[in-house]
């Protein structure tokens, strides 16, 4: 395709289409480009007075510039033209760090300049001498003109995971077509031919539903080698490293085209026979990494005539049968295997390639033999083979084109705008979608096969909308964000943000966790019950065999992580969803966990560290709550049940908001945690639901506030929660605030019982408080006390 217009106009064009530019990249042929370096003569060459190894020179450098360049090659002389790096210029010399060009003494002579070797520009690897150049080109002239260097250009696409025809070169430029109506120019292959019948291998394929169509060809005196500069550079920039000839053309050609090819070592085919077939299940094969691998019944394999496994069809090679050094005779591979039986191998055996990556999403069928024409003239050309047999072509069923009945009213109507009938015929024809069948109310689209997200009415519309261009429809001038959706009044995204925030200051860290787990979890922990298990049919592993029904493991597993690399002063949390299953429902359940662990804070000089408590985890829960709901939610101290030693559950309207505890020391040990501690899991969905938007602040009272502080002996099952319920039922209007600020368990109280020391916080919006006032409230709090909670008030 000829292109005359920039880069970032081509990005745009690309981006409106749907295929999204994230980002383009000047990929350079040398690093640095030899920008700074230019061609010069040497004019003069003496040697240097104080170095038996150096010699000082002038060279001119252009626009009648003469620098004195001191060399310590000892190959310079005069009337050479050599390369030299200017003063200011950056070298990024071949396996060394770069530096730049300065001007500098060097034994007592000026030195302005350097004339370069190959490696010390990244041209090559030779350091016996500085290059000296064949060339008539005049001096200042740009050395990368000389080498005829240049930069490629690299979109990066953000593709969707239905664009699998646009993971190619030649599929991006489709889409190009289409959007600057320029045509595709497609690689010659017109000089194919065979060029004798020397080696003939026989392809038999068995299941033909998991390989509709299989094309190959043999080639013989292959010379085996290292690609051209031009090859290599090409594949650089797209982030390949070069191998050998033949393996980086099977590359070149499959970004080129989209469809992968496979290149088999043709004299170790036994019996010349190719058998594409399923093999038993549990049946081994040792893959290009030296990994062996038990195969399923349904992995599709290219085997040999005696059904000896060459290669995971479509997913990854053998380590026997692959192109090497040694290979002099090929069989080229260039085939179409079903999505499906490729996605499930390359899922069981966890290998992602380029060539699973586009036979999982759907390749062209229809493109088989091009490739392999393509390939083949390339491996003739750049490895001086010779094509030894005809192309075999099995397509027993051909895939037919999809056929799409598309009507005007629904392109108008879901596009939101009338569209000319030429033009849509137009923009479908660009996309190489025939049109049949044409009237008055609709057509018959004929889709080519290599789209094969393009199957509904609604994805010929999309694609007549995505060319006709989303900047092109106008928005109504009374539409309003109501129209286009409907905001929610409390945003979860906003308040898990503002949460997040919170945390963040208070010292926490946000991690993000798996939420597949290990089923031995639920094998000790009571509250988990084996039975609601979301089970993974097509696990991972099998520590990653379920979904988690707690997040509790997930934070320890993190906890222990950091544990074991000397970070034991731990503050976490995540948001996180936790999952059941029962009966035919299952359960996704949104959470908020938190873990503290070590230390409140580092060591200081200023001030003495402590281990963190229950009481600073529970403090950074109420926050949170306080934060969202703006009041404090009922206590209840729950009985030791797992995953806890001791735990608070915080609840509202008889629902359990938040669980905080101590973590038993037999759950800790189950990943590996020696250290105390605590944890709290928040149920986010039901928070969110008590999250009031609509707090209303007053004016600070001017009237003082008056504190009394009591002492209670009560018994030790009675909570803090209980006393601050009674408290504020019996006075609502002047009690402010309750605070216990000492709690004394010991041999000076009797048994079973406990000492809080507390303060009550009193104040009048409307009037400073009496004595008299004060006392009588003070003296109904204590009646209560003793009366309801059979406390001992201490005077």
């Known amino acids: 395709m000829d292109l005359s217009e920039s880069p970032e106009t081509i990005s745009k064009s690309l981006t409106d289409t749907g295929l999204e530019v994230e980002g383009l990249e000047v990929v350079e042929q040398v690093e640095g480009g030899l920008s700074g370096l230019v061609i010069g003569e040497v004019l003069t060459c003496e040697k240097h007075p104080d170095a038996d190894k150096l010699k000082i020179t002038t060279v001119a450098i252009g626009n009648g510039v003469v620098s004195p360049i001191v060399c310590g090659a000892p190959n310079v002389a005069v009337g050479q033209k050599v390369i030299v790096a200017t003063v200011g210029a950056t070298l990024y010399p071949k396996g060394s760090d770069s530096f730049k060009i300065k001007k500098a003494k060097i034994r007592g002579e000026v030195s302005e300049g350097m004339i370069c070797a190959e490696d010390e520009i990244g041209l090559g690897n030779s350091h016996d001498g500085i290059m000296v150049l064949d060339t008539k080109l005049p001096n200042g002239t740009p050395a ?12 990066e696409i953000g593709l969707t995971p239905n664009r699998a025809d646009a993971a190619s070169h030649i599929g991006v430029a489709r889409d190009l077509k289409a959007a600057l109506n320029k045509p595709v120019k497609w690689p010659s292959i017109d000089t194919y031919k065979k060029d004798n019948d020397n080696l003939s291998i026989e392809v038999i394929v068995e299941n033909t539903i998991a390989c509709p169509r299989y094309s190959g060809v043999t080639l013989t005196n292959v010379s085996v080698g290292e690609s051209p500069d031009w090859l290599k550079h090409r594949l650089k920039a797209i982030g390949l490293a070069p191998i050998n000839n033949v393996v980086d053309i099977t590359n070149y050609v499959l970004h080129e085209t989209g469809q992968p090819l496979h290149a088999f070592d043709a004299d170790k085919i036994t019996g010349n026979k190719v058998l594409v077939k399923t093999l038993n299940e549990g049946a081994t094969f040792t893959t ?21 496994g060459m290669c995971i069809a479509g997913v990854f090679g053998g380590i026997n049968s692959g192109v090497t050094s040694d290979t002099k005779n090929i069989f080229l591979e260039s085939a179409y295997f079903s999505p499906d039986y490729v996605r499930k191998t390359a899922q069981y055996h966890q290998l992602k390639t380029d060539a699973s990556f586009r036979f999982e999403r759907g390749t062209d069928p229809e493109i088989t033999v091009y490739a392999l024409k393509r390939a083949a003239l390339l491996i003739k050309e750049l490895a001086g083979a010779q094509v030894s047999s005809e192309i075999t072509d099995l397509y027993p069923t051909p895939i037919e084109n999809f056929n799409v009945l598309v009507k005007y009213k629904n392109i108008d109507r879901l596009i939101g ?10 923009i479908l024809e660009s996309l190489d979608i025939a049109i049949q069948d044409n009237k008055e109310v609709g057509f018959t689209a004929i889709v080519p096969t290599y789209r094969v997200d393009v199957q509904r009415e609604a994805d010929i519309i999309e694609e007549i909308l995505r060319i006709y261009g989303f900047n092109n429809i106008d928005l109504s001038d009374n539409m309003g964000t109501d129209y286009l959706a409907n905001f929610p009044v409390i945003d979860k995204d906003k308040l898990q943000v503002k949460v997040t925030n919170t945390l963040t200051a208070k010292g926490y860290y946000e991690v993000i966790t798996n939420s597949l787990t290990k089923p031995s979890y639920s094998e000790s922990d009571s509250s988990i019950d084996e039975k609601n298990n979301v089970v993974i049919l097509n696990k991972l592993s099998e520590d990653l065999g379920v979904m988690r029904q707690s997040m509790v493991y997930s934070l320890l597993e993190v906890a222990a992580h950091n544990i074991n690399r000397k970070q034991t002063d731990l503050k976490l949390f995540e948001f996180g969803k936790t999952y059941r299953h029962s ?15 070590g230390n409140i804070k580092g060591e200081h000089w200023s001030s003495k560290t402590r281990k963190v408590e229950f009481y600073d985890l529970s403090g950074a829960v109420n926050m949170v709550i306080g934060k969202l709901t703006g009041k404090e939610l009922s206590s209840k101290v729950t009985q030791k049940s797992d995953p806890f030693d001791y735990a ?27 250290q105390e501690i605590f944890y709290a899991d928040i149920d986010w969905g039901l928070l969110l639901k008590l999250t009031n938007n609509n707090i209303v602040f007053e004016e600070v009272s001017k009237f003082p506030e008056v504190k009394r502080d009591l002492s209670l002996v009560i018994d030790k099952g009675i909570t803090f929660d209980q006393i601050h319920t009674l408290a504020t039922s019996l006075e609502r209007k002047y009690l402010k605030a309750i605070n216990v600020f000492d709690v004394y368990e010991g041999d000076k109280i009797d048994a079973g019982k406990k000492a809080y020391a507390m303060s009550f916080t009193l104040q009048d919006k409307e009037k400073t408080l009496t004595d008299k006032v004060i006392d009588k409230t003070m003296s109904k709090l204590m009646t209560s006390f003793e009366n309801d909670l059979g406390a001992i008030i201490r005077k």
Not at 144 to 155: G, P
Not at 417 to 426: F, Q, T, V
């Open 417 to 426: 705008k009338a569209i000319l009938k030429d033009k849509i015929h137009s």
């Open 648 to 674: 608070l559950s915080l609840e509202a309207n008889g629902k359990v908001i938040a669980t905080v505890g101590k973590v038993s020391a037999s759950i800790c040990r189950k990943t590996g945690v020696k």
């Open 288 to 308: 290009l990494d030296e990994k062996e691998r038990k195969l399923k019944a349904t992995d599709l394999m290219i085997c040999d005539g005696k059904e000896k």
């Open 583 to 597: 009966g035919e429902k299952y359960n996704e359940s949104p959470r908020l966990a938190m873990l503290i662990s």
């Open 144 to 155: 990368a003109s000389h080498f005829n260097l240049e930069n490629d250009i690299v979109f």
